[in-house]
């Protein structure tokens, strides 16, 4: 009885043998391909990697980046170590058991090779902040299993090849800051688990493919910087996960999608974008940030942009406006910047602008507005811009501007005010521009401009001042640009 249950032992003792003897010697062999690899480095001295050696083992002496499974070399992660080299010599065919691939934040050159459709386990690769160049091969479409696919910023070129479409498993794509060409595949409508998709910063030309309506799960698309063109199909409305939406700095233009209900940031800015805003836009209740500016949007402002409370940003800059600012703008009580510089509009600036007491930016300049200046707008405690020149603005500056303690930039120039310039603006210690020329101030120019210690341009020529130049102004020693009489430029 016991000469069977030795053979059985010798036998499971042979196994463990042979299976020991297996995972060295597969690790060994991915060993010896990786420092092949790095004695192809321009830097194969790097330190960060001076644990990669002949002498020791990859799984068990703990090489830098490494991390096995069962003997078998499963992650790689190099990120920022300054590997200066390419992927000529990685050892696709040796690492076959390969996850997780990070070599971001190099500086690795040269192309991608084919041989990358080798790492059929890759669940994860990041090639993100190097120098690759060449295109992405079609090989990509063979890691069936990845999940994630980084390699934005860099110097890829030629197009995108429709074989992504097959990774079926891809939530997170980012291939921006590349120069990629042509058009967006349809395929990529394919990927249903994909819940970030950045492609901006290229090249890219043709429309945005109306199978993106698909990408249900969808969170963050940015396709900015690019020469799409086309109309915005009406299938991204579909895409009810989206919060993030950069198309801005295209050719894009037709009506802007509705449906967008969990939408936090809209980017459209820099498009041919025309037609009125649409009111629909008041439904994105979510919105944190617009941003249409740089289009041919006409057109009055649409009153249900006030119903957007949760705004902070709001830019409608250089487009064709026209008509009133709505008072209902007062009800984005968390807004932080306004811009509605560059268009139409006419009639007053409402009340209820001075309400916004976030309010950093409001910019109001080259449009048509008329009447004084209120008074509320001293409430703006936080502002430090504001910019309301090239309008037809009257009356004297009330004396609550001296409130803005925070301001950096005060521009009012090219507009129709008069009266005295308040001696209380001598309060703005942060200022750095005061333009006030081309208007009609008379008096004198107040002494109180010289505690306007971090004043770097003064602009007070084409009024009607009189009286000397204040010899205080001479404290304002971080001044430039001092311009007090027309065509004339003190420094």
Same mark, same amino acid.
């Given at each position: ?9 010798? $036998?499971?003792?042979?196994? @463990?043998y ?7 010697s ?17 830097? %194969?001295n ?6 990669w050696?002949? +002498? ?10 490494i ?17 200066t080299?390419?992927?000529?010599? *990685? &050892? ?8 997780y ?5 190099n500086?690795? *050159?040269g192309?991608?090779?084919?041989e ?14 190097? /120098?690759?160049? #060449?295109?992405?091969? &079609?090989?990509?479409g ?9 390699? *934005?910023? !860099?110097h ?17 794509l980012?291939?921006?800051?590349? /120069?990629?060409?042509?058009?967006i ?7 249903t688990e ?7 910063? !290229?090249n890219?030309? #043709?429309?945005?493919?109306?199978? *993106? ?8 698309? %940015? ?8 109309? @915005?199909p009406i299938?991204l409305g579909?895409l009810?996960?989206v919060?993030?939406?950069?198309l801005?700095?295209?050719? @894009? ?22 037609g ?7 439904n ?18 649409? @009153? =249900?942009?006030?119903?957007?409370t ?18 209902e ?20 600036i409402?009340i =209820? ?17 008329s ?12 502002? =430090? ?6 309008? /037809?603005?009257s ?10 303690t $925070?301001?950096?930039?005060?521009s009012? /120039? ?8 308040? +001696?209380?603006?001598? !309060?703005?210690?942060?200022?750095t521009?005061l ?10 120019? &107040? ?7 971090e ?12 009286? &000397? ?10 001044l ?7 065509? $004339?430029?003190?420094?």
């Amino acid at each position: 009885m016991m000469i069977p249950r030795i053979i059985f032992l010798l $036998q499971f003792s042979t196994l @463990i043998y042979l299976f020991t003897v297996y995972c060295f010697s597969s690790t060994d062999e991915e060993a010896t391909a990786l420092l092949k690899w790095k004695a192809t480095f321009h830097n %194969e001295n790097n330190s960060l990697l001076a644990s990669w050696t002949l +002498s020791t083992d990859a799984c068990r002496d703990d090489w830098y980046g490494i991390i096995c499974i069962n003997g078998r070399i499963n992650r790689l992660n190099i990120a920022n170590v300054g590997v200066t080299g390419t992927l000529y010599d *990685f &050892p696709f065919s040796s690492l076959r058991f390969l996850e997780y691939v990070d070599l971001s934040m190099n500086q690795l *050159f040269g192309p991608i090779p084919p041989e990358l459709g080798k790492l059929t386990n890759l669940v994860h690769l990041n090639l993100s902040n190097n /120098q690759i160049s #060449g295109s992405i091969p &079609p090989h990509t479409g063979s890691l069936t299993k990845l999940e994630t696919l980084s390699i *934005f910023h !860099n110097h890829l070129n030629g197009s995108i090849p429709s074989e992504l479409g097959n990774l079926e498993n891809l939530t997170d794509l980012r291939l921006s800051y590349n /120069q990629l060409s042509g058009s967006i595949p349809i395929t990529i409508g394919d990927l249903t688990e994909l819940k970030i998709l950045y492609l901006g910063l !290229n090249n890219l030309s #043709g429309p945005i493919p109306s199978e *993106f309506g698909k990408l249900k799960h969808l969170t963050d698309l %940015e396709l900015s910087y690019n020469q799409l063109s086309g109309s @915005i199909p009406i299938t991204l409305g579909d895409l009810t996960e989206v919060k993030v939406m950069y198309l801005a700095l295209n050719n @894009i233009y037709g009506p802007i999608p509705s449906g967008l209900t969990k939408l936090k940031i809209l980017y459209l800015y820099s498009n041919q974008l025309s037609g009125p805003i649409p009111s629909e836009l008041g439904n994105l209740k979510n919105l944190t940030h617009l941003d249409l500016s740089a289009n041919q949007l006409s057109g009055s402002i649409q @009153i =249900t942009l006030g119903d957007l409370t949760e705004l902070k940003i709001l830019h409608l800059f250089s487009n064709q406006l026209s008509g009133h600012i709505p008072s209902e703008l007062g009800n984005m009580k968390n807004l932080t910047d306004l811009d509605l510089s560059a268009n139409h509009l006419s009639g007053s600036i409402p009340i =209820t602008l001075g309400g916004l007491t976030e309010l950093k930016i409001l910019s109001l300049y080259s449009n048509q507005l008329s009447d004084p200046i209120l008074s509320e707008l001293g409430n703006l405690k936080n502002l =430090t811009n504001l910019s309301l020149s090239h309008n /037809q603005l009257s009356g004297s500056i009330p004396i609550t501007l001296g409130d803005l303690t $925070q301001i950096n930039r005060l521009s009012l /120039q090219f507009n129709q005010f008069s009266g005295p310039t308040p +001696s209380e603006l001598g !309060n703005l210690k942060n200022l750095t521009d005061l333009l006030l020329s081309h208007n009609q101030f008379s008096g004198s120019i &107040p002494i109180t401009l010289g505690d306007l210690t971090e004043l770097k341009l003064l602009y007070l020529y084409s009024n009607q001042l009189s009286g &000397p130049i204040p010899s205080e102004l001479g404290k304002c020693n971080k001044l430039t640009d001092l311009r007090i009489a027309k065509k $004339q430029n003190w420094r």
